[in-house]
């Protein structure tokens, strides 16, 4: 009879160990269509470094940064807001004011440094910290790479990414081993503008 009772405990114990194990050793959470490439329209933001032409006028057309107030210094124009604008939207701007000076000007906006988006890297686990320029999509790994890897004493099981949403703040996690061991094929997701990138020791 005690036999019995035994076998018929363990039927119950085995199932709940089980799902416990699973539970524990869960993948990294990642963010939502975290693998799909960004194709919104880029801001410009400050820092940049912006390029506008004026077709047939030389003397309008020239390279500025957009400084820290966000704004851009043009001849005839003095200063234009560009932060926060679109390299379309800041065509507009400037066609229309340069209207009162110029007959049809031909306005061209490019951005060609793209200096306002960054993460930061921190923690005694990474080699160096600071800010990395997201020059196009970059995941935790790259920009890990970039940071000169992790230090001998790196905690690399448990990489935390803090970014800031419109309901506070949220925290992702990435699992370099189970990445790499291919546990976690999908946990190595793209950054945003602004993520902070800990690495503990």
């Known amino acids: 009879m005690k036999s019995f009772g035994r076998s018929h405990l363990w039927l119950w ?6 799902l416990w194990v699973a539970a524990c050793s869960s993948a990294p959470i990642v963010p939502p269509d975290s693998q799909m490439p960004s194709k919104e329209t880029y801001v410009i933001g400050a820092m940049d470094q912006i390029a506008v032409s004026v077709w047939k006028n030389p003397e309008l057309s020239l390279t500025v940064p ?6 851009i210094s043009l001849p005839l124009l003095d200063d234009v807001q560009a932060e926060g604008l679109t390299p379309e939207e800041l065509k507009e701007v400037v066609t229309q004011l340069l209207g009162e ?14 200096n306002s988006k960054s993460v930061s890297m921190m923690g005694e686990g990474i080699v160096r910290k600071g800010p990395i320029q997201l020059r196009r999509d970059t995941t935790i790994l790259e920009a890990i790479a ?3 890897g992790f230090t001998v004493y790196a905690n690399s099981k448990k990489v935390l990414v803090l970014r800031k949403t419109d309901e506070g ?3 992702y996690r ?6 790499i061991s291919g546990k976690a094929p999908d946990s190595n997701f793209l950054l945003k503008p602004g993520d902070t990138i800990l690495v503990s020791d």
């Open 13 to 18: 114990v085995a199932p709940l160990a089980w």
């Open 66 to 71: 957009v400084r820290i107030d966000g704004k």
């Open 101 to 114: 000076f110029v007959s049809a000007p031909d306005v061209t906006v490019i951005v060609l440094g793209m």
């Open 146 to 148: 970039q940071s000169g």
């Open 169 to 171: 703040l949220v925290e």
């Open 174 to 179: 990435f699992n370099y081993d189970a990445y």
